[in-house]
């Protein structure tokens, strides 16, 4: 059959991969077969095209830019906790002040709106960590359930491999025993060919000088 692979290599049963040279000797076939072969295409041609900044965001550009440029990273902002008075030439106006106080009234909810969260944390935060926990656990008995599974149906694999490969090492073996059994009858049997011409050719010329 075209393109038909035969597999020769039976690992369990070949003997000879430990002997000195022989890892050396199939590295130096690998680069020898690396460096005749010559791709006729690319075979990511069916791939699309990498993007790379499929996952960028217009912050991580910006951070980007700011690396690519080598310029220092801005401090953290600390103007929101900050309660300036109104500027030195609007002392005088109610404006100004009223800007100020609905800062301070922000700077006072934002605080609140903190510590409520801090509240909710305290009494709320325990039990859905709890939940989380709980929830990892699952997902790791449930994966560690399947890595199990893979690794047995790997195993059984592996073993139906030396199997069968024990059995056809027993059978080459039974073969070749055979084949060597063969092999020295027909080595006996020529030999008692060539000693039987002989007898033959030495009966012939007595005959003849009789």
Known sequence: MAGEVIVDALPYIDQGYDEPGVRESAFAMVEEECRRYRPTKNYLDYLPSLNVTAFETPMMHTEFDRLQNRLPMETM??????????????????????????????????????????????????????????????????????????KQ????????????????GEQLRAHEAKWVALVSHNYEIEQACCMAE?????????LTSS
């Open 77 to 150: 902002s600390m103007k929101r906790y900050e309660l300036p008075p109104p500027p030195s030439g609007k002392l005088n106006e109610v404006n100004a002040w009223i800007e100020c106080v609905d800062n301070s009234q922000a700077q006072l909810e934002h605080q609140a709106v903190r510590i409520l969260n801090l509240q909710l944390m305290l009494e709320y935060c325990c039990p859905a960590w709890q939940r989380y926990l709980q929830t990892l656990s699952d997902c790791e008995r449930t994966v560690s359930k399947k890595l199990t599974e893979l």
């Open 153 to 168: 149906s790997l195993q059984e694999v592996n073993w139906q491999r030396k199997s069968l490969q024990t059995k056809g």
């Open 198 to 206: 002989e007898y033959i050719a030495t009966l012939q010329q007595q």
